[in-house]
């Protein structure tokens, strides 16, 4: 374990993501990179340059991706791991993680969300602010559950899929890969093809 973390992109969710690590007190030091050569500082931390340096600073650093983008997130990820990166996981000291729950690296647990017990969360992932994953999840990596979502037991939310704002999935749902369930939407009936879906209940745009 390193002792300085480095966080790559310090805008919105990257400042969320400094927040966490700055509440879990276990780094000597927090930095950016950033690609906007025009941020000097967020959050009152130093941005020290942008993703091209990331390999500078890759034996002396810890590294998180702040990026909200799944793709994005998923290929600085995977070229981290490439290159021996030490990735952390990232959970709100506000946040509730029941027993048995797994959380892969790169993944940050956001303030107010409830993982419950025997659930699987994988690399890379953004488990919103006050969001509610229930029992026997399986989070494939690179997912993003957004602020307020509730997924009732056993749900199975596929590689990079992207649930909106105040989503809500009924127990026992699967949610393939490379889906977007819009802000507000419903799901009750399994989504086995990628695409975007809206509504309640969903349905395919
Ligand atoms: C689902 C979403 C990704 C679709 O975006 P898009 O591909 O740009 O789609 P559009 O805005 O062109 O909308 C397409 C249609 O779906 C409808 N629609 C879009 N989002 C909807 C939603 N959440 N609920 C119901 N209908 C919705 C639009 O009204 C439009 O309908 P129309 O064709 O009858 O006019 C986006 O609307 C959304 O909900 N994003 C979630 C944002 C979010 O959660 N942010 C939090 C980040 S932390």
Not at 61 to 90: D, H, K, W
Not at 117 to 130: F, P, W
Request: proline share 2%; with cysteine; glycine share 14%.
């Amino acid at each position: 374990m390193k002792n300085k973390l480095l966080i790559i992109g310090a805008s919105g969710h990257g400042k969320v993501v400094a927040d966490i690590a700055l509440k879990m007190n276990r780094w000597q030091s927090i930095a950016f990179l950033d690609d906007n050569k025009g941020i000097e500082k967020s959050m009152g931390l130093e941005v020290i340059g942008t993703s091209d340096d990331v390999f500078t600073h890759i034996d002396e650093y810890e590294i998180f991706v702040g990026i909200g983008n799944n793709t994005t997130r998923q290929r600085i990820y995977e070229m981290l791991e490439t290159f021996g990166a030490s990735i952390p996981v990232l959970i709100h000291p506000n946040a509730i993680i029941g027993s048995l729950v797994d959380i892969g690296i790169g993944t940050a647990v956001m303030a107010g969300a409830i993982v419950n017990c025997c659930s699987k969360i994988g690399r890379g992932c953004i488990i919103n602010t006050g969001s509610t994953i229930d029992h026997d999840n399986c989070i494939e990596d690179f997912v993003h559950i957004s602020p307020g979502v509730h997924l009732a037991g056993t749900v199975k939310v596929g590689l990079g899929s992207w649930l909106g704002i105040g989503s809500v999935v009924s127990n026992n749902i699967t949610i393939t890969n490379g889906c977007k369930v819009g802000a507000g939407s419903v799901v009750v009936k399994d989504i086995t093809e990628p695409g975007v879906y809206v509504g309640v209940p969903v349905r395919r745009v």
